[in-house]
DNA sequence: GTTTATATTGCTAATTAATGCAAAATATTT
DNA sequence: AAATATTTTGCATTAATTAGCAATATAAAC
């Protein structure tokens, strides 16, 4: 076995179990415990893992995003906790894509019984590890750059859904140009879903706020919770508050 | 034997096992390692592997899942590369899941430009990483254990499709019995499918020859290609091919 | 069809990388 | 504080790489 593809299968490891001990990881692959703490060091140098005392922790935990290492995860991971606690037993829930959702959808709690909607292929995987999840998947062409489905065939699917609450990952926000983006394909996914919900939560961490894109998905009066990592007290948050959104 | 020709066997080894050993292409080529190795750093120089101290690795050796603990992927693999000829610039191809099927989406060369239709997360992932392919996801609900889309709204989309090919992953095939599986709503996709095509076929690894499940999908004189690792003339697939099917 | 240039290959020796071992030094647990 | 487990350090061993050179093979020029 390579090099390289031991440190691979400790990633893949370190995903899939959040954490691993040297002393499993040496007997499961037959190479000396210190082969497998040099390899650890050096995937922790190359911030891949965090090494601790007997093995190491997962950084990211993430089959999708193993090699670029997602922007920010520490304070996605904050947003992602807050947002777990809006979710009930039996809601039926449109989220779009995003490594924020992404972060959310390994969060939630293993007892929690819910139906997720989404067109986003990453979610969805996600979604689909939990054991009393029920997934339904959006489908359509799928684009590329974001991996999820986009086209009048998703709307349209989204059009006759009636959802109890939307998670969406913003990429900007603004008290003055409200929420934008910059792909109109998934602008127009995110306004259905918008749409078809009762109630919608954005997740975003502070840095998007107060910045805006090209295309305008909704005003802040068309959305209802806004999620960041930052204190509900927080001045940032403050023409947010105002403009009439429940802060988490 | 040529330069170039050692090179092409080098990449063939590569891209079945995923990572080949200086040591084992110069004992099964017959040539110096000094050569490989040579060889080896002209691949990677124009990005064809990547080379490790030992040996040199596919490039794209880890993404959706490590192949680890897959089972019996080397006959997947010349599964999966037997089907790639079967596929044409600008087929619509409809597709199942399972890891023959993900084996192929990794073989697909760069230069293909078709669209692929499936309701497998994991097969839209990997055909999404395609720079020239088009996928379009078949959405409904996601049943867990094979990460596929079924449900009636996933059958009435396949029927509105009329695609060129049709590619399944089999469970189980029988002369007797025909192709069955063991999951109600995976096979009324998998019907779907086959009826949505004008030509369907089966990938399978030997082992499966000659089984049979709880299940029927359909009967060998519904569908028309059968693909396995094994040569065309193996007396094993005489009965198959007497019951009509072509073997590749 | 020679002859000349260029590429390719294999060999040797020196260098560097990877791994495992053992004893001492730290952590961690009880 | 004692017992146990993990890490560090330095060293030995083996394997792999590099670089220079000689021998062939292949292509190009005459």
Redesign the pocket.
């Given at each position: 076995m390579l090099?390289k593809e031991?440190q691979a299968y400790i990633l893949h490891q370190v995903s899939l179990h959040n954490s691993v001990?040297?002393?499993d990881l040496s007997n499961s692959i037959?190479?000396?415990?210190?082969?497998i703490?040099?390899?650890l060091?050096e995937l922790a140098e190359t911030g891949k893992v965090i090494?601790?005392?007997?093995?190491a922790l997962s950084k990211s935990f993430n089959s999708f995003y193993l090699r670029s290492d997602v922007y920010n995860v520490d304070n996605k991971k904050i947003v992602a906790q807050k947002t777990v606690s809006l979710i009930k037993d039996g809601m039926f829930i449109l989220t779009g894509g995003g490594t924020t959702i992404i972060e959310l959808a390994r969060l939630l709690p293993e007892t929690l019984k819910a139906t997720f909607l989404t067109g986003s292929i990453p979610a969805a995987y996600e979604y689909a590890q939990h054991p009393n999840i029920e997934v339904i998947f959006i489908g359509d062409k799928i684009a590329k750059k974001s991996q999820i489905a986009v086209g009048g065939e998703a709307i349209s699917k989204i059009k006759a859904i009636k959802a109890d609450l939307c998670l969406l990952g913003v990429n900007a926000i603004d008290t003055l140009y409200g929420i934008t983006d910059n792909d109109w394909d998934v602008v127009q996914v995110k306004k259905a879903m918008i749409e078809a919900s009762t109630q919608t939560a954005l997740l975003s961490i502070s840095e998007k706020l107060n910045t805006h894109q090209r295309i305008k998905i909704c005003d802040l009066a068309d959305v209802d919770i806004l999620i960041t990592e930052l204190d509900k007290q927080d001045t940032i948050l403050e023409p947010f508050s105002k403009a009439g959104l429940t802060i988490f």
């Open positions: 090099k031991r001990l040297s002393t037959n190479v000396s415990e210190d082969t703490r040099r390899d060091n090494k601790v005392h007997g093995g």
